[in-house]
């Protein structure tokens, strides 16, 4: 049993600290909101994750797990602390290193022995090296000796699915300098090195590399097939049979093959730009990745006009949107095609009423605080009167409609199917004017 630490519980800190308190380990999560510190305690979770509620309110209960706002108290009482607080975009598309480099100070003025100190956070290549000069200096001005060691432990989390990801992951990246840090890290997952999860064992930079070049590579595959989208609108092709096949060609796979309004969330938009900056830093043009940035945003603005190509003038018509969060499964809208999509048609003067079963109120806070929309107490509701429906986020319960419902609630007929969930001849069957993408 390790004694951990965690700093930061956002969606990768409070994830990383649950599960790995539900792997034996005794975990103290630490945030400098205090707020959210004694919400946690009192088992209010403030993220929507599939199954981390469960996770964290038996491992708090069971001692394995606490949470606390004293730097002190989280440093001194562990031996391997992960900095996995937030890296936003700046203006110019690089990640902002400021509360990692934060925390790395905070760490070492409370260090009173050797840490393995863990950068989780999705950080750009050199931020190891960053870590440790921080760490370095502050020690030094504390005129202290104690030896350290960091390690990039990056995250591959999927938004809700990401407790299971960290119970079952694809591979556990470890990038480390010293036998003694790769030995302890092993020992952290030793769970999972004992259930044969295939371990990435390199130094510190490659494994930064590793985490961008993923998702670099997930949003290029997103993107390529929505390019394939517009080819076969044009040509008369259907973008699902492409997919298809294409997927069944094991070189290509058929995961991130499914065409629809571009690609949105917290890691894709931020880390896709990060990339493109670090080989500006580095005298690398990514232009592959920077090409699949400009085609993503343009991928959203096309669902505008898709809409307006067959409505025409849309001003005064009421839109129903379901769907706000970037993905299924979780309250998160940040870069969330719906955002682009529902400001350009409330700039052409449509009337828009949404309805997200769990996203509302991040979209009220945040994507839509600047603008009016309506906010619907269910699916149907958002359709009475509408002129058309715009489904862009595939929820479960989006899936088996009610069609014959919404045809009688409807005042119009247009039915825009942007995640293609439906059977084109069947919408058209029962009188709506249907348009998916890439059909």
């Not at 945030?31 to 981390?52: A, F, R």
């Not at 449509?350 to 806070?365: F, L, S």
Request: proline share 3%.
């Amino acid at each position: 049993m390790s004694k951990i630490s965690v700093i930061g519980t956002g969606y990768v800190g409070l994830v990383t600290g649950a599960c790995l308190s539900e792997f034996g380990h005794r975990v103290t999560c630490l945030d400098i909101d205090e707020k959210k510190i004694n919400d946690l305690k009192n088992s209010i979770i403030p993220i929507y994750e599939p199954g981390l509620e469960d996770i964290v309110i038996k491992n708090y209960n069971d001692g394995r797990l606490d949470f606390t706002t004293d730097y002190n108290f989280a440093v001194e009482n562990a031996n391997i602390i992960f900095i996995a607080v937030g890296t936003p975009p700046q203006d110019d598309g690089s990640a902002d290193l400021e509360y990692v480099l934060s925390a790395a100070g905070a760490i070492a003025e409370n260090m009173n022995g050797y840490k393995v100190i863990v950068d989780k956070s999705t950080v750009p290549v050199g931020t190891g090296q960053l870590v440790k000069n921080t760490i370095r200096e502050v020690l030094k001005k504390r005129n202290v000796l104690f030896g350290f060691d960091v390690v990039s432990n990056p995250e591959f989390l999927r938004e809700g699915a990401a407790v299971n990801d960290f119970m079952h992951p694809e591979r556990i990246v470890i990038g480390a300098e010293s036998r003694k840090a790769e030995e302890i890290m092993q020992d952290v997952y030793k769970v999972l090195y004992l259930n044969n999860h295939p371990f990435v064992f390199a130094n510190i930079e490659t494994a930064e590399i590793i985490k961008y070049a993923s998702n670099a590579f997930l949003a290029t595959k997103i993107t390529f097939i929505n390019e394939i989208s517009r080819l076969c609108e044009a040509a008369g092709g259907d973008v699902q049979q492409v997919s298809k096949a294409m997927g069944l060609d094991k070189r290509i796979g058929k995961f991130f093959l499914h065409a629809g309004p571009g690609y949105g969330g917290s890691c894709f938009p931020k880390d896709t730009k990060a990339l493109v900056h670090i080989g500006k830093q580095f005298g690398i043009d990514i232009s592959i990745v920077n090409s699949v940035i400009q085609s993503n945003h343009a991928q959203k603005l096309r669902m505008v006009d898709k809409i307006i190509a067959k409505i025409g003038e849309i001003e005064g018509k009421k839109i129903a949107v379901l769907g706000l969060a970037f993905k299924p499964g979780t309250d998160d809208m940040r870069e969330a095609p719906s955002i682009t999509i529902i400001h350009e048609l409330y700039k052409r003067g449509a009337d828009i009423t949404v309805y997200d079963p769990v996203a509302m109120e991040n979209a009220r806070k945040y994507a839509f605080s600047d603008i009016r929309v309506d906010y619907a107490e269910n699916e149907y509701t958002a359709i009475n009167d509408a002129h058309a429906v715009v489904l862009l986020t595939e929820w479960n319960q989006f899936r088996s409609l009610d069609l014959k419902m919404l045809k009688e609630r409807m005042k119009g007929t247009y039915f825009f199917d942007f995640k293609n969930i439906y059977d084109r001849k069947e919408l058209e069957g029962l009188g709506f004017v249907y348009d998916g993408v890439g059909k």
